[in-house]
């Protein structure tokens, strides 16, 4: 599976983005898709996933409230509705694509920048 992301840009603080996660492959279905981040000079953190069927969804405390997972398994797209977006939300965003719950994620797409001003 090979994974694309986009829909990063440069926000003001209470803004909205909607990230976008593009895979390759027939099975796309059948896979768990994360959403992470990594801010510069932190860790990556995970953000959120969502099962292949889009039924169970999980978030980080962070940012629950403001984000929704989401997936079209017909267009092999999953998203990240981004709300009332916060500074400390700047960050790369990547997705990966894993097996399981909680998943081990297997493959990881490239990752979009998102920056948010205040």
């Known amino acids: 599976v090979q994974l694309q992301a986009s829909g990063g840009g440069l926000v003001q603080a209470g803004g909205s983005l909607r990230l976008s996660c593009a895979a390759s492959g027939r099975t796309f279905s059948s896979y768990v898709m994360g959403w992470f981040r990594q801010a510069p000079g932190k860790e990556r953190e995970f953000v959120a996933r969502?099962?292949?069927?889009?039924?169970?969804?999980y978030y980080a405390d962070s940012v629950k409230g403001r984000f929704t997972i989401s997936r079209d398994n017909a267009k092999n797209t999953a998203y990240l509705q981004m709300n009332r977006l916060k500074r400390e939300d700047t960050a790369v965003y990547s997705c990966?694509?894993?097996?399981?719950?909680?998943?081990?994620?297997?493959?990881w797409g490239q990752g979009t920048q998102v920056t948010v001003s205040s």
């Open positions: 969502i099962t292949g069927n889009g039924y169970i969804t």
């Open positions: 990966a694509a894993g097996s399981s719950w909680p998943p081990r994620y297997e493959f």
